[in-house]
């Protein structure tokens, strides 16, 4: 611990906080979402279910560059993302932009029962948080 104390105790802190510019965020995460459900639409659930059984059994090298493994890929990387998220955001992102349907805002904010402006405030810290989960964030 002594040594710890030596290093750290002349260090400048850093105390800049990173700030996501939100409108660029925004743009990556709606293209992410809309590059998800053309990759859920292309990939048949059948061939996606096969993908995961030969990466599950570690026999997947002869595939990996296929354009159907990477899809796979994307759409495992989407899911996982949005599963780490709370109740809210997954919902927002699940019903409002992971299906087939247009999204619709008051559809949405009947849902969640809240107002349109609650109902963006929660979907912009949803775009967010799946950005920097998918490690697509952009900062100021």
């Known amino acids: 611990m002594m040594k710890c104390a030596e290093v ?4 400048e802190l850093d105390i800049n906080v990173p700030v996501v510019n939100m409108e660029e965020t925004k743009k990556n995460v709606l293209k992410a979402l809309r590059k998800y459900r053309l990759c859920r639409n292309n990939l048949s659930d059948e061939r996606k ?3 995961m059984e030969m990466v599950e059994k570690d026999d997947y ?3 990996e560059h296929t354009e ?5 890929a994307f759409i495992w990387k989407m899911e996982d993302a949005v599963d780490k998220l709370n109740y809210i ?3 927002i992102l699940r019903e409002g932009y992971m299906t087939v349907d247009k999204h619709n805002w008051v559809r949405m904010s009947r849902k969640l029962n809240v107002s349109r402006t609650i109902y963006y405030e929660h979907r ?3 775009f967010e948080s799946l950005a920097k989960k998918l490690k697509i964030a952009v900062y100021y």
Do not use: A, L, V, W
């Open 8 to 11: 750290f105790t002349n260090m």
């Open 89 to 91: 955001e997954k919902q």
């Open 124 to 126: 912009d810290k949803t």
């Open 49 to 51: 279910r096969r993908i």
């Open 68 to 72: 159907e493994f990477q899809q796979c």
């Open 61 to 63: 090298q002869s595939i």
